[in-house]
């Protein structure tokens, strides 16, 4: 299973970027999907989740700018961020927690990360 993040980039103060995960390989299903952020010497964060059904819960830095969603025919995650801001610079991960063919149990696969830079 792998997780392929695409679409981060430089971006002005006020803009928007839209963030993309897709998972590939032996999947049989697909659970929660996540995003998280970490900038140098700091934890890795979390942004946002999404459940299969669809359920949402964002992190309070990023409410109401931030909003994620899924594509559960195409086993990927976007994260619209809107309204950006310098402090959301740091590279973005997504996480999913996916069954395959071969593990029965859900387990946790990240993408490689994608670097989101907002300039003041």
């Known amino acids: 299973v792998q997780l392929q993040a695409s679409g981060g980039g430089l971006v002005q103060t006020g803009g928007s970027l839209r963030l993309s995960c897709a998972a590939s390989g032996s999947i049989f299903s697909v659970g929660h999907m996540y995003w998280y952020r970490q900038v140098p010497g700091k934890q890795r964060e979390l942004v946002a989740a999404i459940t299969s059904g669809g359920s949402t819960n964002y992190a309070d830095f990023v409410k109401g700018r931030f909003t994620i969603s899924r594509n559960n025919a195409k086993n990927t995650v976007y994260l619209q961020m809107n309204s950006l801001k310098p402090d959301d610079t740091a590279v973005y991960y997504c996480?999913?927690?996916?069954?395959?063919?071969?593990?029965?149990?859900?387990?946790?696969?990240w993408g490689q990360g994608t670097q989101v830079t907002v300039s003041s």
């Open positions: 996480k999913a927690k996916v069954t395959s063919l071969v593990v029965s149990a859900y387990s946790d696969y």
